[in-house]
Every structure is written in structure tokens, then in C-alpha cells.
């Protein structure tokens, strides 16, 4: 079974500053695709950022970025010159690449509340 | 072109009651799948379906069920209601084609069981 597992359930970080959030992930899958989401307050779900396991070149939106580790099944989520409105829960989701009834069904970690102090 | 949309927003049922959600994917998008969001349990996936046939379930007892329409407008229902089915339930659409692994939520629907 797919597990996704994020270690940090808190992590905070001043404005202007670095963070990286951590994910590690179990699966006998070669092909898959992993996801950041972003749930503010309001609850929205949003994505911030892919990564295709078959690609070796990590993934970029602007300011942020993944650290994609294939073999150690380790996806981690960089934020640079964090903002204020960076402040939301983050989850780490994995998603079978086969086609047919595989694919549509993410699996979520529990999350990582980050806080973004002024 | 408009979001997910999720109906209602906010419910509140009685225990043993049923209760049907609704949600409108982005135009276009043929796949929509379900979660529920609790704080003990996480996300968890529900069911997703494509072209109005389930293509996917996860692991929930029976009262849990789902349709999707011809417009790809879908329906959850819950029956028989319990307390611990209180939870957010989240929907996701997704496109067709070489980007069918991206899913775009929506707002939610806030479910209380009292």
C-alpha cells in the first residue's frame, strides 16, 4: 500500500527566511507523480507544485521548490523569502501513474502546519 | 474559466438522517473524485469517477455512495448518518489527457452530524 508520511507536524519560519518541509513516501511503483498542496484557513485546496517521478530535474514555481530523491523516496518542499500569506497547512500527496482505475486517487500525508512569523 | 464548486457549503444532519452533497467540476474536466478530511483520520479518498462511471473506490462502508451526470456534475450521498461522519468533504477535478494527474479542488462542504 502507498503511505506518505510527513514528519513535521509544525514547522515555523520568519518572513523573508527559508524553509523546507519534509516527505517521505512508500511505494513499489516506478512511475508516479508527487504533489505539494497548500490548505490555508479557508480550506481551499491548492496545488503548488508537481514532480514527475520519471524526471531526474527537480521541480521549480517560483519561489518554490522540491528536492526529488527517487531511491531514498524522499520529497521535500523548499519555500524561499517566505510570506505572510505562506502561513497554511502543507500536504504531501502521491498518485499511481498507471492509467485506468489507478490514476485519480491521491494519498495525502497528515500535513505540516507552517507558521510565518513578521 | 470558474473554479470547482461545492454545494452547500455548510450542513448540519441528525444522526440516521442522509444527506446528499453536489459538485460542478471545472468546464471541461471529466474526472471528479471525493475526500473526507477529518482531524483523526486525515484525507482520505472516497471515490473518483470518469465519464459518469466509477472508476475508483476507496475504503468506505456502503453508506457511502456517489453518481456522476452526463455534464459531469457529481453527487456524494451519505445514508444513515453517524457522528463520526462529520468531516469536510472536499472535491476534485480533474482534465483528460496528458494532464489527468492534476486535481483542482473545491471549496468544500462542511458537514456536522449532531
Known amino acids: 500500500a502507498q503511505t506518505v508520511t510527513q514528519s513535521q507536524p509544525e514547522m515555523s519560519v520568519q518572513e523573508a527566511e527559508t524553509v523546507t518541509l519534509s516527505c517521505t513516501y512508500d511505494t513499489s511503483e516506478s512511475d508516479y507523480y508527487l504533489f505539494w498542496y497548500k490548505q490555508p484557513p479557508s480550506r481551499q485546496m491548492i496545488l503548488v507544485i508537481r514532480q514527475e517521478a520519471y524526471k531526474q530535474q527537480n521541480a521549480t514555481e517560483n519561489r518554490f521548490s522540491v528536492n526529488f530523491q527517487k531511491a531514498a523516496k524522499s520529497f521535500s518542499l523548499k519555500i524561499s523569502d517566505s510570506q505572510l500569506g505562506d502561513a497554511a497547512m502543507y500536504f504531501c500527496?502521491?498518485?499511481?501513474?498507471?492509467?485506468?482505475?489507478?490514476?485519480?486517487?491521491?494519498?495525502f500525508g497528515r500535513g505540516t502546519q507552517l507558521t510565518v512569523w513578521p | 474559466k470558474a473554479g470547482v464548486t461545492q454545494t452547500p457549503r455548510y450542513l448540519i444532519k441528525t444522526r440516521g438522517q442522509q444527506v446528499t452533497l453536489s459538485c460542478s467540476p471545472i468546464?471541461?474536466?471529466?474526472?471528479v473524485s471525493w475526500y473526507q478530511q477529518t482531524p483523526g483520520q486525515g484525507l482520505q479518498f472516497l471515490f473518483e469517477?470518469?465519464?459518469?462511471?466509477?472508476?475508483n473506490k476507496g475504503n468506505f462502508p456502503g453508506r457511502f455512495s456517489g453518481r456522476q451526470f452526463s455534464n459531469s456534475r457529481s453527487e456524494m450521498n451519505v445514508s444513515t448518518l453517524e457522528l463520526g461522519d462529520s468531516a469536510l468533504y472536499l472535491c476534485?477535478?480533474?482534465?483528460?489527457?496528458?494532464?489527468?494527474?492534476?486535481?483542482?479542488f473545491g471549496p468544500g462542504t462542511r458537514l456536522t452530524v449532531t
Open positions: 476534485a477535478s480533474s482534465p483528460s489527457g496528458s494532464l489527468a494527474y492534476e486535481q483542482y
Open positions: 500527496a502521491y498518485m499511481k501513474s498507471a492509467g485506468g482505475s489507478t490514476l485519480g486517487r491521491l494519498y
Open positions: 468546464s471541461g474536466h471529466r474526472s
Open positions: 469517477y470518469f465519464s459518469e462511471t466509477q472508476r
